[in-house]
Nanobody, 130 residues
Framework: QVQLAESGGGLVQTGGSLRLSCAGS????????MGWFRQAPGKEREFVAT???????????DYADSVKGRFTISRDNAKNTVYLQMNSLKPEDAAVYYC????????????????????WGQGTQVTVSS
């Protein structure tokens, strides 16, 4: 079982940057595939990014087209933490951002669906002013 807690959200101007953090509990955190999703008011929760568990030293990542080239997902298993660096933010990036953990093996093009994830954080609000 893993528990997740997001932080780092806030208000930023268009074009600005934020880094979200997701702290996980449990000794097995490093074995989970991790993901970020977001949900804007009145919309479905959507996939943002995912990263593999990093067996050895190589991590694999995948991104939604809407954030590719602007957002970077990373993780520090020694700190049980996954990050989402968000640059060149746009008003349409405003949402509650959720961290999620999955016991499924990371595969390119997969891990983009909510049902793939077993554990969720409470979310952190990101607001982008125009």
């Amino acid at each position: 079982q893993v528990q997740l807690a997001e932080s780092g959200g806030g208000l930023v101007q268009t074009g600005g940057s934020l880094r979200l953090s997701c702290a996980g509990s449990g000794r097995t955190f490093s074995t989970y595939t991790m993901g970020w999703f977001r949900q804007a008011p009145g919309k479905e929760r959507e996939f943002v990014a995912t990263i593999s568990w990093g067996g050895g030293s190589t991590y694999y990542a995948d991104y939604a087209d809407s954030v590719k080239g602007r957002f970077t997902i990373s993780r520090d298993n020694a700190k049980n933490t996954v990050y989402l660096q968000m640059n060149s933010l746009k008003p349409e990036d405003a949402a509650v951002y959720y961290c999620a953990a999955s016991q499924k093996r990371w595969t390119l093009g997969a891990m983009r669906v909510r049902s793939d994830y077993d554990h969720w954080g409470q979310g952190t609000q990101v607001t982008v002013s125009s």
